[in-house]
């Protein structure tokens, strides 16, 4: 069964353009949760996606936003980027709902000069 | 902010040495999970425990859901050089509203090098 995966790898914007990235999950899994990951702060949680709807949404301003389709693909939108946006931003899919093991995608590399 | 305190910070060991790092919170835990990343990629999951006490075991990892829910460890037998790393726990926090099991909080992370 194929992974996680995610594009692109690699991404460089220049502050105040707008980015979109996407995850597709494992065959068979519902839900799709997204990460930022900076040396900085670490691993922390942005949003959750299962059926379409956004379930659980972390500590970010509202230039971050997501999106599920009824193939459980989901996609995150940066805009207005700020050089703080650059991170490895992670995805992740789970079975179900309630179902705590969580399998990572590769990650995008997101640069942002 | 971060909930789980995970430690060492990083180990230097040499290869065949045995390694233990843990995973401590203040807050009850009804499931940790712990993952390996290694450079540029995501993490990948190693083990996930479920129930209070149990003790699971992949191969040479082993690890350990504390009985009083608030703490995990995560041993390695045998070191080798592929064990490089950083090594995180993870769990999903309950809070008032009931667990958020897609809502996974991290430790700080374990950076492992093995010397040969």
């Known amino acids: 069964k194929a992974g996680v995966t995610q594009t692109p790898r690699y991404l460089i914007k220049t502050r105040g353009q707008q980015v979109t990235l996407s995850c597709s999950p494992i065959?068979?899994?519902?839900?799709v949760s997204w990460y930022q990951q900076t040396p900085g702060q670490g691993l922390q949680f942005l949003f959750e996606?299962?059926?379409?709807?956004?379930?659980n949404k972390g500590n970010f301003p509202g230039r971050f936003s997501g999106r599920q389709f009824s193939n459980s693909r989901s996609e995150m939108n940066v805009s207005t980027l700020e050089l703080g946006d650059s991170a490895l931003y992670l995805c992740a899919s789970s079975q179900d709902l309630g179902y705590g093991e969580q399998y990572f995608g590769p990650g995008t590399r997101l640069t942002v000069t | 902010g971060q909930q789980l305190n995970q430690s060492p910070q990083s180990m230097f060991i040499q290869e065949g040495e045995d390694v233990s790092m843990n995973c401590t919170s203040s807050s009850i835990f009804n499931t940790w999970l712990w993952y390996k990343q290694d450079p540029g990629e995501g993490p990948v999951l190693l083990i996930a425990l479920y129930k209070a006490g149990e003790l699971t075991s992949n191969g040479r990892l082993t690890a350990q859901f504390g009985i009083t829910r608030k703490d995990s460890f995560l041993n390695i037998s045998a070191s080798i050089p592929s064990d490089v790393g950083i090594y995180f726990c993870a769990g999903p926090l309950p809070n008032a509203g009931g667990t958020s099991y897609g809502k996974l909080t991290f430790g700080q992370g374990t950076i492992l090098t093995v010397h040969p």
């Open positions: 065959s068979g899994h519902r839900s």
């Open positions: 996606y299962f059926s379409e709807t956004q379930r």
